[in-house]
């Protein structure tokens, strides 16, 4: 069965702000790919301190992994996908929000970064 790993990664802003929120889109798009059969796990940096500690124990049992990232996002994200790829260069690496939708070329072409989504993923 397919499995994919969908993460939030951190940023630089006040977590006390965020305490009670979690990517809305991230949840939408976990709930289809649930109702498509897909098992999904989401892994939310902001929120969990260990998270890199999870990322690598989810990696031996991913096929795909998304990124939601906003601007602020992008140097955690580029760790995150560094290690992701260092891994295993093979599993895909997906990006959706705001920087690949404002930026999408660009975060297309980046070689960590196998797919840019723009606009509602």
Known sequence: MPRVL???PPFNISKANYETS???????LASYLDKQG???????????????DLIQAELPKVNLVGLSVM???????????KLIK???????????????TLLPEQVALHPLINIAVFGEG
């Open 38 to 52: 897909i098992e999904v796990k989401i892994i939310d940096a902001i929120r969990q301190r260990n998270y890199l």
């Open 71 to 81: 601007t602020m996002q992008v140097s955690s994200a580029l760790n995150i996908s």
């Open 22 to 28: 979690i990517s809305v889109g991230l949840l939408a």
């Open 86 to 100: 260092d891994f295993n260069p093979q599993i895909p690496i997906i990006w959706g929000g705001v920087q690949p």
């Open 6 to 8: 969908l993460i939030n």
